[in-house]
């Protein structure tokens, strides 16, 4: 889905699940791809060379998203509106589960936000989170690498990190993976994660 069409169907659950008219909800998709900047991006982590970027009223800075990345958008009335990293681990806690089901070691760093895989190889970032809390309601989300192309990753410095990779499940696995073997577990820890942190 368009990412701009994918925001406008955000903003109507979002206004829904504020007035009760819809139950909490997570959408999960793909994108074509598509620069987004978060309201902390700086000029320089931007591409140099003119591509177009959507700039969006969610947390965090500039990401890549596109064709082989799983993203998710859970917009769910939060029982503590003011606890957004509480909420920020809740989806990495829920993500670390499903990178284990495949056995992918992945791990929250501190003062970073996201999923990573770290090893001798160094740090490397396979799922970005970026939200926002309207209303006590969240928009945006997360977005985890299971096999795209990561070479648009090059143009950006990616969530506003230069000193460390972006990976993929595909890349850490050393075989091809598709999304439809990651959506399962994907909907299983997120509804189960996101039950425990929504009113």
């Not at 406008?8 to 909490?24: A, C, D, K, M």
């Amino acid at each position: 889905m368009d990412y701009q069409d994918a925001l406008e169907l955000q903003r109507t659950f979002h206004s829904e699940v504020v007035t009760g008219q819809r139950p909490n909800t997570l959408i999960l998709l793909e994108h074509p791809s598509v620069y987004t900047a978060g309201k902390r991006t700086q000029d320089f982590e931007r591409p140099t060379d003119g591509t177009p970027v959507v700039d969006v009223d969610r947390g965090g800075r500039i990401t890549w998203h596109g064709p082989g990345q799983l993203v998710g958008y859970p917009i769910v009335k939060l029982l503590k509106p003011t606890e957004l990293v509480g909420f920020v681990h809740t989806l990495e806690g829920a993500l670390i589960k499903v990178c284990a089901d495949f056995g992918i070691n992945a791990i929250r760093i501190d003062d970073r936000s996201g999923v990573w895989v770290s090893d001798i190889k160094g740090d490397r970032k396979i799922a970005a989170i970026g939200i926002r809390v309207a209303s006590g309601v969240t928009m945006h989300g997360f977005a985890l690498n299971v096999c795209p192309d990561l070479s648009a990753f090059g143009q950006i410095v990616p969530c506003g990190i230069n000193d460390a990779d972006v990976t993929s499940m595909a890349i850490e696995l050393e075989r091809e993976i598709d999304i439809s073997e990651v959506t399962a577990a994907v909907e299983k820890y997120l509804i189960e994660a996101l039950g425990k942190v929504s009113a």
